[in-house]
């Protein structure tokens, strides 16, 4: 079972859950204690997510030398790091690096076999992606569970649409949904022209932001991005790099993996580097400038064997080819 | 309703009839508008109160079936039992009531009993092997139509119900499903009221309730709505079901109208409701379309078959009528799929 469809068969539940805890954080933040989550009936109030959110630096998922193996497979081994709030950590690494491993680890849809899980100060095994949304650890996976034909406001509420009347009469709240989602895209910087129009139609880094601040409406204190950026172009990148920023603005803790340390190092605080299944280490952005991040990530001889290589059979002129260069050069300074 | 309350300052240029234009059956509408001129100006009858009767009658039956398989092709499912359920859920009730003498109250409840059993049936078939509909709801299909056949002969002896209006309190359900109202000097049918009555419950589902966001995305992308939380299998099964409890009510609105029903009733009727929905909007690829345009389809139906009668033509014409409406609202519907879906 691939990690994709074992989120499907959770998917159901998940759905619930962030409902229920959205509607649970509500009350708590109204009386001031906990309460059993109950099926929600009323529609989500919109403050639903501050409440859970930790003073800025406060790590909210720490991990110690944990470590992953499927049967003989030693997919991740001794990574430690951590996510604080108000802060981005990035994690890079090549394809089959184990990022994805990673972060099923965090999302909860796969457990960890070494090391030890911290999640608010205390040591847990997540069973299933129900747990870590439980916890406020929200997943944006890459297909972003979207229906493009439906307009962006029925997309954003999709499976806990808020309701109001008496049954018969009981129906979808559209004037409170159709604000909401143009408030909270806004609140993130995304002012779209009108809520109606077919998701489809938005581009692929819209697309990419309506996903993620759904999430953090319905309760997320920690985003997990799965390379949010890697099928945009640049300009749309940009679009989703910006929100990250403003999601640490808000003081959410964000797990961004990516493969490009171009995207990752404008917004990251922190940057774990995977190779093999390993941690290539934990650092903080001050010790690091993206020259290092960049050769770190491919290796400096590799690197600069293969913009060689680049070089004689695009010529030099090619954007790949200066790039890299410009990556080789950095480093050698 | 809400529209104003959250519009955009750069959305100001965008007429109401724009709008209005980007409506799935807005094409349906205009169809039906044409086809209601041409026929009212070349012949003589089409417009009269008399005319109109029975061509709304005709559109009525049909209409509410339209409606019903719309809903189900918006949710990504097709109903080729449909048609069928029309002829068995009468039979059920004919052959119970004079061949039995059971009571026509509780024979019609069974009646109805059946035909969810068969939808759920489909839906869960559907969704438990993962086959597409057209292959379950093909054999529930056939299998329908041989115990409508083979069935009604083995109990009664003959193809056709007969002695329906001598069952005791047959006046009760004939007043509910078979009665005309007069208006002036238009005698309408109740099973208009009873099609207008399912287009509108059936839009106000689609459009102002949570479940009908469900039927929009499971059509749409059922594994993204999955994720989300979306009841996928629930919404799909309801949706089976709700289409054969409507092919109950249209066999109800047939036997207690005409006081007979034969063993063949509803058979190929399966694709006229297709072909409405579809002309009313629908995207054979679900998650797109709309209720009352599958009840405008209806009406297009209605109107060119009761037409072509009284303009005198073969009435085979309808056939080649009905393909190329089929046809045209594909092309279009592809055409407007392709405009909502485009990346820009
Ligand atoms: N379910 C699994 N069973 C066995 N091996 C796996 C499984 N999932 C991943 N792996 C292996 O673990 C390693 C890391 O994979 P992954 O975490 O998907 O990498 P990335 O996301 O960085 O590309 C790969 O070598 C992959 O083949
Ligand atoms: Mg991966």
């Given amino acids: 079972m691939t990690g994709e469809e074992r989120v499907t068969a959770t998917g159901k539940r998940i759905g619930r ?83 994805s491993t990673f972060i099923k680890i965090l999302a909860g849809a796969h457990q ?70 143009r408030k909270e895209l806004l609140a993130m910087g995304i002012d779209l022209r009108d809520v109606d129009q077919p998701i489809g139609t ?124 410009a990556d080789v050069e950095g480093e050698k300074r | 309703m809400t529209a104003t309350a959250v519009a955009d300052e750069r959305l100001a240029r965008v007429s109401p009839v724009n709008r209005a234009l980007k409506r799935p059956e807005v094409g349906a509408l205009i169809a039906a508008l044409a086809i209601f001129v041409f026929f009212a100006v070349t012949t003589d009858t089409f417009a009269t109160p008399a005319g109109a009767s029975t061509w709304l009658q005709t559109s009525s039956t049909i209409g509410i079936m339209a409606v019903a398989v719309a809903l189900l092709m918006i949710g990504g499912e097709f109903d080729l039992s449909a048609g069928v359920m029309t002829g068995f859920t009468g039979l059920v009730v004919g052959v119970l009531t004079t061949q039995y003498g059971l009571n026509i109250w509780v024979a019609v409840l069974v009646s109805l009993a059946l035909a969810l059993c068969v939808g759920f049936v489909n839906g869960l078939l559907v969704i438990k092997t993962g086959l597409p509909s057209f292959i379950v709801t093909l054999g529930t299909f056939f299998v329908l139509q041989g115990i409508d056949v083979a069935g009604t002969k083995t109990l009664i002896g003959q193809v056709a119900i007969q002695g329906m209006k001598k069952v005791p309190y047959y006046d009760q359900p004939h007043a509910i499903f078979g009665s005309t109202i007069s208006i002036g000097d238009l005698a309408l049918r109740v099973s208009v009221l009873w099609w207008i009555a399912v287009a509108a419950v059936a839009t106000w589902i689609l459009l102002r309730t949570r479940v009908g966001n469900w039927i929009f995305a499971v059509g749409g992308a059922a594994h993204s709505s999955r994720q989300v939380g979306v009841p996928v299998g629930n919404t799909k099964i309801g949706l089976f079901m709700a289409t054969a409890g409507c092919g109950w009510l249209v066999g109800m609105l047939l ?90």
């Fill in chain 1, 17 to 99: 859950v962030a409902r229920e805890y959205a509607t649970q954080q509500a009350r708590e933040a109204a009386n001031g204690k906990p309460e059993a989550p109950a099926a929600p009936r009323s529609p989500v109030p919109a403050g639903a997510r501050s409440a859970a959110l930790p003073p800025r630096g406060t790590p909210i998922i720490e991990v110690e030398d944990i470590g992953k193996s499927y049967g003989r497979v030693i997919a991740l081994r001794e990574v430690t790091t951590s996510v604080k709030a108000g802060e981005v950590t990035c994690v890079l690494g090549d394809n089959g690096a184990g990022k």
């Fill in chain 1, 202 to 325: 938005l581009s692929g880094g819209e697309r990419q932001c309506v996903a993620i601040a759904r999430a953090v409406y319905f309760g997320a204190r920690v985003l997990i991005l799965d390379e949010p950026t890697a099928a945009l172009g640049v300009k749309q990148s940009g679009v989703v790099l910006r929100y990250i920023a403003k999601a640490r603005e808000r003081g959410l803790g964000v797990v961004f993996i990516t493969h490009n340390p171009h995207h990752a190092y404008p917004v990251g605080d922190r940057f774990m580097l995977l190779r093999r299944g390993r941690s290539m280490g934990d650092f903080p952005k001050s010790g690091l400038s993206l020259a290092d991040l960049t050769s770190m990530m491919a290796g400096g001889a590799e690197l600069e064997s293969l913009a060689h290589e680049l070089e004689r059979s695009m010529g030099a002129s090619s954007d790949v080819v200066e790039e890299l260069m």
């Fill in chain 1, 112 to 181: 960890h076999t070494e090391g030890r899980f911290v999640v608010d100060g205390e040591e847990r095994h997540l069973s299933n992606p129900r747990d870590a949304l439980a916890l406020g650890i929200a997943t944006v996976y890459q297909d972003l569970a979207v229906v493009p034909l439906m307009p962006v406001w029925r997309n954003f509420f999709l499976g806990s649409e808020p309701v109001k009347g008496i049954w018969p009469a009981r129906r979808m709240d559209i004037e409170f949904m159709k604000q909401t989602t």
């Fill in chain 2, 255 to 344: 036997l207690f109208n005409t006081s007979t029903v034969q063993a063949g009733t509803g058979v190929s009727q399966e694709f006229i409701y297709i072909i409405c929905a579809v002309v009313g909007g629908c995207l054979m690829t679900g998650g797109y379309g709309s209720a009352i345009g599958a009840a405008f389809g209806a009406l297009i139906y209605g109107m060119a078959n009761q037409g072509i009668v009284y303009a005198g033509w073969d009435s085979n014409w309808l056939k080649a009528f009905l393909g190329a409406m089929l046809l045209i609202a594909v092309l279009l519907n592809e055409w407007v799929r392709k405009r909502a879906e485009e990346t820009r």
